[in-house]
């Protein structure tokens, strides 16, 4: 367990972010009652004998981002959370805490924003959205800045667009992974790139004073 909180201590933000991420993967699947997993959700939502009715977020400004943190398996939440630490570490470890937790904030309300907006109303969640985020950012910014290069074997990103194409493509869906967020993926990812910009240009400033 030591060991465990060693590897995390340098990295505070992606560590909160994967306990919160294990939260709400327990609240799906240990059964919580469902008014827990309602109010973490985009829209409120209710289930009656015809399936769940679903309500509007109005100004409940928390289910921007809660989503993010619902998981709704196994495989779900491992393959999230391996990917949240490996590129949520190197970003964190590079542009720092604070930068890494507007990053996530403002990946999170877009990606859950677009999932909404394209996909309507419905059950959706995940960090897969802000791990795309994370990628986008990363591609961009050690081009504008290398010294924020993280380091990545060039593999993963072939395999992490090629993977993004699949569920896109629907390819994933019909291998029984379930119903895929592409929307919440395509807009991580384009934030993600977008938000790269400013920042790395503004540490690339920073730097030379």
């Known amino acids: 367990m030591q060991d465990l909180f060693n590897a995390l201590r340098p990295y505070p933000v992606?560590?909160?972010?994967?306990?919160?991420?294990?939260?709400?993967?327990?609240?799906?699947?240990?059964?919580?009652?469902?008014?827990?997993?309602?109010?973490?959700t985009f829209t409120p939502f209710e289930l009656t004998a015809a399936g769940p009715v679903?309500?509007?977020?109005?100004?409940?400004?928390?289910?921007?981002?809660?989503?993010?943190?619902?998981?709704f398996g196994w495989l779900h939440i491992a393959f999230n959370a391996l990917w949240t630490w490996e590129f949520?570490?190197?970003?964190?470890?590079?542009?720092?805490?604070?930068?890494?937790?507007?990053?996530?904030?403002?990946?999170?309300?877009?990606?859950?924003?677009?999932?909404?907006?394209?996909?309507?109303?419905g059950l959706f969640g995940g960090m897969s959205g802000v791990v795309y985020g994370f990628l986008g950012f990363a591609v961009v910014a050690e081009r504008i800045y290398p010294?924020?290069?993280?380091?990545?074997?060039?593999?993963?990103?072939?395999?992490?667009?090629?993977?993004?194409?699949?569920?896109?493509?629907?390819?994933?869906?019909?291998?029984?992974?379930?119903?895929?967020?592409?929307a919440a993926h395509i807009g991580g990812l384009a934030a993600g790139a977008v938000l790269a910009v400013p920042l790395a240009f503004l540490e690339r400033y920073r730097r030379r004073l």
């Not at 994967?18 to 997993?37: D, E, I, K, Q, R």
């Not at 679903?54 to 998981?71: C, D, N, V, Y």
């Not at 964190?92 to 909404?116: D, H, I, K, P, W």
């Not at 074997?153 to 019909?174: H, K, N, S, Y």
């Open 54 to 71: 679903f309500g509007e977020p109005g100004a409940q400004l928390w289910r921007l981002i809660t989503p993010a943190f619902l998981h």
């Open 88 to 121: 949520g570490r190197r970003i964190e470890a590079r542009a720092g805490s604070l930068s890494t937790l507007g990053l996530f904030l403002a990946v999170a309300m877009v990606s859950n924003v677009a999932q909404y907006l394209f996909g309507g109303p």
């Open 147 to 182: 010294r924020w290069a993280l380091g990545l074997p060039p593999g993963v990103v072939v395999f992490m667009l090629g993977w993004l194409v699949a569920c896109v493509l629907g390819v994933v869906e019909v291998l029984g992974f379930g119903a895929i967020a592409n």
């Open 14 to 40: 992606t560590a909160g972010l994967l306990v919160c991420s294990l939260l709400g993967f327990s609240v799906v699947y240990f059964n919580a009652p469902v008014s827990w997993v309602a109010a973490l």
